[in-house]
């Protein structure tokens, strides 16, 4: 089983930088990949960006790519997520969780706490 801990969001205008941070707490034997997903106001929880343990292959939403870099630190057990040319509509709540594969699907249905990101015009 993995826990997870969201840090890092907060108020940023438009165009700025937050980077995300995400501690794992355990590596689960069942999934070899995380992921940064969120959720906005009203709306269902999304999918931003996926990367494996292993090999560091990434994979991200289509309304991220070019902008949010997500990476790891292996031996910390960290995820993190940076994120550059903030737009408002990136404004959510940001979850990290097992992914599987290095995909969009959260292999989990347990949610930690998230970490809000508002992004002002």
């Known amino acids: 089983q993995v826990q997870v801990g969201e840090s890092g969001g907060g108020l940023v205008q438009a165009g700025g930088s937050l980077r995300l941070s995400c501690a794992a707490k355990?590596?689960?034997?069942?999934?070899?990949?995380l992921g940064w997903f969120r959720q906005a106001p009203g709306k269902e929880r999304e999918f931003v960006a996926s990367?494996?343990?292993?090999?560091?292959?990434?994979y991200y939403a289509d309304s991220v790519k070019g902008r949010f870099t997500i990476s790891k630190d292996n031996p910390k057990n960290t995820l993190y997520l940076q994120m550059n040319s903030l737009k408002p509509e990136d404004t959510a709540v940001y979850y990290c969780?097992?992914?599987?594969?290095?995909?969009?699907?959260?292999?989990?249905?347990?949610w930690g706490q998230g970490t809000q990101v508002t992004v002002s015009t």
């Open positions: 355990r590596h689960s034997s069942v999934s070899y990949a």
């Open positions: 990367i494996s343990w292993i090999d560091g292959s990434t």
């Open positions: 969780a097992p992914t599987v594969g290095v995909g969009s699907t959260p292999a989990t249905n347990s």
